[in-house]
């Protein structure tokens, strides 16, 4: 069993910064890869980004590609988002995700609660 609990969000204007964390418990976290994802209001939850169980692979919705970034910190169970020139479509909570067999988009097995992040002036 794995719980994940994110943290992180909060309001930013426009073209601002936020760092998403997601501490995960559970002695597997170093073997399964991590996702994120986020679902705005009124529509379905969409893919972010994801990477390997060491780090060295990453993969990105393109909507986000050259404005987020994806890591790991296997040593502190922990997976952050970095989130720069923020535009009001990011507006949405987000979530992390994992499992044995998760990779991109599928067989996430364990989901957060979710943080909000609100993109506004």
């Known amino acids: 069993q794995v719980q994940l609990v994110e943290s992180g969000g909060g309001l930013v204007q426009p073209g601002g910064s936020l760092r998403l964390s997601c501490a995960a418990s559970g002695r597997t976290f170093s073997n399964y890869a991590m996702g994120w994802f986020r679902q705005a209001s009124a529509k379905e939850r969409e893919f972010v980004a994801a990477?390997?169980?060491?780090?060295?692979?990453?993969s990105y919705a393109n909507s986000v590609k050259g404005r987020f970034t994806i890591s790991r910190d296997n040593a502190k169970n922990t997976v952050y988002l970095q989130m720069n020139s923020l535009r009001p479509e990011d507006t949405a909570v987000y979530y992390c995700?994992?499992?044995?067999?998760?990779?991109?988009?599928?067989?996430?097995?364990?989901w957060g609660q979710g943080t909000q992040v609100t993109v506004s002036s």
């Open positions: 995700a994992t499992g044995p067999k998760a990779w991109i988009t599928t067989d996430y097995k364990y």
């Open positions: 990477i390997n169980w060491n780090g060295r692979s990453t």
